[in-house]
Protein backbone atom coordinates (compact mmCIF):
# COMPACT_ATOMS: atom_id res chain seq x y z
CA UNK A 1 0.00 0.00 0.00
CA UNK A 2 2.73 2.25 0.82
CA UNK A 3 6.08 1.30 -1.74
CA UNK A 4 8.15 4.56 -0.29
CA UNK A 5 9.35 5.56 3.25
CA UNK A 6 10.71 8.40 4.50
CA UNK A 7 12.92 7.97 7.64
CA UNK A 8 13.07 11.42 9.33
CA UNK A 9 14.92 12.28 12.75
CA UNK A 10 12.66 13.77 15.48
CA UNK A 11 15.20 15.78 17.89
CA UNK A 12 13.14 16.90 21.21
CA UNK A 13 10.28 17.12 18.79
CA UNK A 14 11.33 19.06 15.83
CA UNK A 15 12.03 17.11 12.33
CA UNK A 16 15.50 17.61 11.04
CA UNK A 17 16.15 18.20 7.47
CA UNK A 18 12.90 18.53 6.67
CA UNK A 19 13.81 20.10 3.25
CA UNK A 20 16.53 17.35 1.71
CA UNK A 21 13.59 14.91 2.87
CA UNK A 22 11.36 17.17 0.69
CA UNK A 23 13.40 17.12 -2.03
CA UNK A 24 13.77 13.27 -2.43
CA UNK A 25 10.15 12.81 -2.35
CA UNK A 26 9.76 15.39 -4.91
CA UNK A 27 12.16 13.45 -7.34
CA UNK A 28 10.21 10.57 -6.30
CA UNK A 29 6.82 11.67 -7.31
CA UNK A 30 8.48 13.25 -10.48
CA UNK A 31 10.18 10.11 -11.44
CA UNK A 32 7.17 6.88 -10.50
CA UNK A 33 4.48 8.91 -10.12
CA UNK A 34 4.43 11.29 -13.05
CA UNK A 35 3.49 14.03 -10.59
CA UNK A 36 5.03 17.68 -9.79
CA UNK A 37 2.67 18.10 -6.82
CA UNK A 38 3.51 15.90 -4.11
CA UNK A 39 2.50 16.01 -0.43
CA UNK A 40 4.03 18.60 1.38
CA UNK A 41 5.91 17.31 4.87
CA UNK A 42 5.96 20.34 6.86
CA UNK A 43 1.96 20.01 6.97
CA UNK A 44 1.53 16.39 6.84
CA UNK A 45 4.42 15.42 9.68
CA UNK A 46 2.64 16.51 13.58
CA UNK A 47 4.75 14.61 15.65
CA UNK A 48 2.68 13.13 18.66
CA UNK A 49 3.03 14.46 22.28
CA UNK A 50 4.54 11.14 23.59
CA UNK A 51 7.61 11.55 21.04
CA UNK A 52 8.59 15.60 21.80
CA UNK A 53 11.44 14.64 23.95
CA UNK A 54 15.04 12.98 22.90
CA UNK A 55 15.58 11.23 19.56
CA UNK A 56 12.93 9.82 17.58
CA UNK A 57 12.92 8.27 14.47
CA UNK A 58 10.16 8.47 12.30
CA UNK A 59 8.79 6.54 9.19
CA UNK A 60 7.07 8.57 7.33
CA UNK A 61 5.44 5.56 4.66
CA UNK A 62 3.51 6.96 1.29
CA UNK A 63 2.06 6.60 -2.29
CA UNK A 64 1.06 8.95 -4.42
CA UNK A 65 -2.58 9.78 -2.69
CA UNK A 66 -2.15 8.99 0.96
CA UNK A 67 0.27 8.55 4.05
CA UNK A 68 0.78 7.41 7.31
CA UNK A 69 3.49 8.14 10.34
CA UNK A 70 4.72 5.77 12.87
CA UNK A 71 6.97 6.81 15.91
CA UNK A 72 9.22 5.00 17.73
CA UNK A 73 12.36 6.06 20.26
CA UNK A 74 15.27 5.59 18.00
CA UNK A 75 18.22 3.47 19.55
CA UNK A 76 21.65 3.50 16.93
CA UNK A 77 22.66 -0.08 16.01
CA UNK A 78 26.28 -0.95 16.71
CA UNK A 79 27.92 -1.22 13.71
CA UNK A 80 31.74 -1.88 13.21
CA UNK A 81 32.65 -5.01 10.94
CA UNK A 82 31.13 -4.64 7.36
CA UNK A 83 31.61 -7.70 5.11
CA UNK A 84 31.90 -6.70 1.30
CA UNK A 85 29.14 -8.69 -1.32
CA UNK A 86 28.24 -8.30 -4.46
CA UNK A 87 25.16 -7.41 -5.79
CA UNK A 88 25.18 -6.14 -9.42
CA UNK A 89 21.60 -6.45 -9.89
CA UNK A 90 20.22 -4.70 -7.17
CA UNK A 91 18.35 -1.22 -7.49
CA UNK A 92 17.19 0.86 -4.97
CA UNK A 93 17.15 4.02 -6.38
CA UNK A 94 14.13 5.37 -4.14
CA UNK A 95 14.28 4.37 -0.62
CA UNK A 96 11.18 1.53 -1.34
CA UNK A 97 9.48 -0.32 2.04
CA UNK A 98 9.90 -3.13 -0.51
CA UNK A 99 13.98 -4.33 1.34
CA UNK A 100 14.14 -8.25 0.16
CA UNK A 101 16.95 -7.37 -1.98
CA UNK A 102 18.83 -6.22 0.51
CA UNK A 103 17.78 -8.19 3.25
CA UNK A 104 19.08 -11.43 0.78
CA UNK A 105 22.50 -10.14 0.41
CA UNK A 106 22.78 -9.09 4.57
CA UNK A 107 22.17 -12.94 4.40
CA UNK A 108 25.47 -13.58 3.53
CA UNK A 109 27.34 -10.82 6.21
CA UNK A 110 29.08 -14.16 7.98
CA UNK A 111 30.78 -12.69 11.54
CA UNK A 112 30.53 -8.87 10.23
CA UNK A 113 27.51 -6.74 11.55
CA UNK A 114 26.67 -5.26 8.00
CA UNK A 115 27.61 -5.85 4.82
CA UNK A 116 28.89 -3.01 2.27
CA UNK A 117 27.59 -3.65 -1.32
CA UNK A 118 29.79 -3.49 -4.50
CA UNK A 119 27.92 -3.16 -7.62
CA UNK A 120 29.83 -3.48 -10.66
CA UNK A 121 33.07 -3.29 -9.35
CA UNK A 122 32.34 0.13 -7.58
CA UNK A 123 31.73 0.37 -3.75
CA UNK A 124 28.21 1.33 -2.75
CA UNK A 125 26.55 1.49 1.00
CA UNK A 126 26.15 -0.79 3.29
CA UNK A 127 22.05 -2.52 4.12
CA UNK A 128 20.85 0.91 5.47
CA UNK A 129 23.38 3.84 5.23
CA UNK A 130 25.58 5.60 2.96
CA UNK A 131 29.30 5.18 3.98
CA UNK A 132 32.07 7.86 3.96
CA UNK A 133 36.05 6.77 3.82
CA UNK A 134 39.03 9.01 5.40
CA UNK A 135 42.29 9.74 2.98
CA UNK A 136 44.35 11.37 5.49
CA UNK A 137 42.91 14.52 4.13
CA UNK A 138 39.10 14.22 2.86
CA UNK A 139 36.23 12.40 3.35
CA UNK A 140 35.29 10.72 0.30
CA UNK A 141 31.50 8.90 -0.25
CA UNK A 142 31.06 6.66 -3.16
CA UNK A 143 29.99 8.78 -6.03
CA UNK A 144 27.77 5.90 -7.40
CA UNK A 145 25.83 5.07 -4.28
CA UNK A 146 22.56 2.80 -4.53
CA UNK A 147 20.41 5.34 -2.25
CA UNK A 148 21.33 9.06 -2.52
CA UNK A 149 20.75 9.88 1.08
CA UNK A 150 19.71 12.85 2.84
CA UNK A 151 22.31 13.28 5.04
CA UNK A 152 24.83 12.25 2.13
CA UNK A 153 23.19 14.74 -0.19
CA UNK A 154 23.51 18.27 2.34
CA UNK A 155 26.93 16.92 3.41
CA UNK A 156 27.94 16.91 -0.18
CA UNK A 157 26.43 20.12 -0.61
CA UNK A 158 27.79 21.78 2.29
CA UNK A 159 31.13 20.46 1.45
CA UNK A 160 32.16 18.41 4.44
CA UNK A 161 32.26 15.23 2.10
CA UNK A 162 33.43 15.11 -1.72
CA UNK A 163 32.89 12.09 -3.71
CA UNK A 164 34.93 9.51 -6.23
CA UNK A 165 34.68 6.22 -7.36
CA UNK A 166 35.68 3.47 -4.94
CA UNK A 167 36.64 -0.22 -6.23
CA UNK A 168 37.65 -2.56 -3.23
CA UNK A 169 41.33 -2.55 -4.05
CA UNK A 170 40.61 1.06 -3.25
CA UNK A 171 40.51 0.40 0.21
CA UNK A 172 44.40 0.13 1.15
CA UNK A 173 44.28 4.45 0.21
CA UNK A 174 42.05 4.89 3.26
CA UNK A 175 42.14 4.69 6.96
CA UNK A 176 39.00 4.54 8.77
CA UNK A 177 35.26 4.90 7.67
CA UNK A 178 31.72 6.56 9.34
CA UNK A 179 28.30 5.12 7.96
CA UNK A 180 25.84 7.74 7.51
CA UNK A 181 21.83 8.13 7.51
CA UNK A 182 19.37 10.54 8.49
CA UNK A 183 19.28 9.01 12.11
CA UNK A 184 23.50 9.00 12.38
CA UNK A 185 24.96 12.17 11.46
CA UNK A 186 28.31 12.39 10.27
CA UNK A 187 29.51 14.85 13.25
CA UNK A 188 29.59 12.89 16.76
CA UNK A 189 30.65 9.35 14.88
CA UNK A 190 33.92 7.63 15.95
CA UNK A 191 36.14 6.85 13.37
CA UNK A 192 36.30 2.70 12.45
CA UNK A 193 39.28 1.61 11.53
CA UNK A 194 39.40 -0.09 7.86
CA UNK A 195 42.07 -2.47 8.91
CA UNK A 196 40.54 -5.82 10.29
CA UNK A 197 37.00 -4.31 10.15
CA UNK A 198 36.03 -4.73 6.76
CA UNK A 199 36.15 -8.27 5.17
CA UNK A 200 37.03 -9.28 1.67
CA UNK A 201 37.01 -12.95 1.76
CA UNK A 202 34.78 -15.32 -0.65
CA UNK A 203 32.65 -12.62 -1.58
CA UNK A 204 33.73 -10.80 -4.91
Partial sequence: MYPLVETIKILDGTPMHLEWHQRRMDYAFHVLFGSNNPMQLKECLLVEEVFTSGVVKCRFLYNDKTYKTEFSNYVCREITSLQLVEGNAIDYSHKYTNRKMLTDLLDRRGVADDILIVRDGL??????????????????????????????????????????????????????????????????????????????????
Fill in 123 to 204: ITDTSFTNIVFFNGNFWVTPSDPLLEGTCRNRLLAEGVIVQDNIRPDDLSLYTSYRLINAMMDFEGQTDIDIDGNIFTNNTI
